[in-house]
């Protein structure tokens, strides 16, 4: 892990209005650490300017508060919400992701660029991009 810090995949202000501890299993934390070694570092690197974590692991109480899916990948520390700040930077991301042709699970446009929903799956990554 490069670029990133595990606590930035379990800092959440609904998490902390809420009381609820985010904080993640071991599994979760070794997707996580999967996810940002053969994702978002290399991701980071090609791009040269910061990423963001907007959500990372979610436990089950967290990704119901935000109304998460039932089968989140958040729930294993196999995807994170990352933004550059601004859509034209997240526009840029995107491009890259699909240029990089990174080992991704799901690379999701969420609100027209606001951010991107990328996983990386241990067992078998689709390559799918939607939106």
Known sequence: MKHFRIEEFEASPTAASLHIDNTMP???RQAIERLVDAVLDPLRDEFGMPIYVN???RCPALNAAVGGVKHSQHLRGEAADITSGCKD???RLWRLLRKLRLPVDQ???EKDFAWIHVSHSQ????GEFIG
């Open 26 to 28: 071991a599994e979760a």
């Open 55 to 57: 959500s990372g692991y």
């Open 89 to 91: 930077g997240n526009v």
């Open 107 to 109: 690379a999701i446009n």
């Open 123 to 126: 067992r078998h990554n689709r």
